[in-house]
């Protein structure tokens, strides 16, 4: 069973990233969404636990995918899931530049682990979960752009009801 893992942030998770959830899924037996801690990174609004729990709905159903938490250095934990690849979106250069910096390290940490990078759909190169916050926060209907489960923490954090 070839398994790939999918690691990120997901503050919150959106359209763009289920599209590459759905597309990477076609190519491997499973894919393990991985939810970073990100204690590091700033502006996280989400817990982590609220983070899982949201991908966790919006995947249900949905055959071969798993959402699992974790912490510390990512090529240790897709060896630990038995994933031969992580999966990265490619939405612009401007993530080009930060994701293949990344790829290079990891690929030094463990060069058996291969990075496989999608290109965003076209519907989604717009979409980053910082601009959805945003957007909500200042009351804007983000309901194309988000998961369902996704749409009702949104209104819970930030409420409004156009959103
Ligand atoms: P990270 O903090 O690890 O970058 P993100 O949740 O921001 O976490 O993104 C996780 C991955 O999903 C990254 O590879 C990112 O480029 C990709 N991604 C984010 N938004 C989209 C989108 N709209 N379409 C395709 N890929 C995306």
């Known amino acids: 069973m070839s398994t790939i893992l999918y690691p990120g942030t997901f503050d919150p998770v959106t359209n763009g990233h289920m599209d590459l959830i759905v597309r990477g899924r076609r190519l491997f037996d499973r894919v393990v969404v991985g939810v970073a ?6 502006g996280v609004f989400f817990s982590a636990e609220e983070r899982r729990a949201m991908l966790e709905e919006s995947v249900r159903g949905m055959d071969g995918v798993e959402v699992l938490s974790f ?10 899931v038995g994933a031969k690849a992580i999966l990265r979106g490619l939405r612009a250069m401007s993530d080009y530049e930060f994701e293949t910096q990344m790829a290079f ?12 990078f999608l290109p965003a759909d076209e519907r989604y190169t717009f979409v980053n979960s910082s601009l959805i916050k945003e957007i909500a926060r200042l009351g804007g209907d983000v309901s194309s752009f988000v998961p369902a489960p996704v749409l009702g923490r949104l209104r819970k954090s930030f409420g409004g009801s156009r959103s």
């Open 105 to 116: 390290m990891n690929r030094r940490l463990d060069e058996e682990m291969e990075i496989f």
């Open 37 to 42: 801690a990100a204690h590091h990174k700033s």
């Open 71 to 80: 912490d510390g250095l990512l090529v240790d934990f897709a060896r630990s």
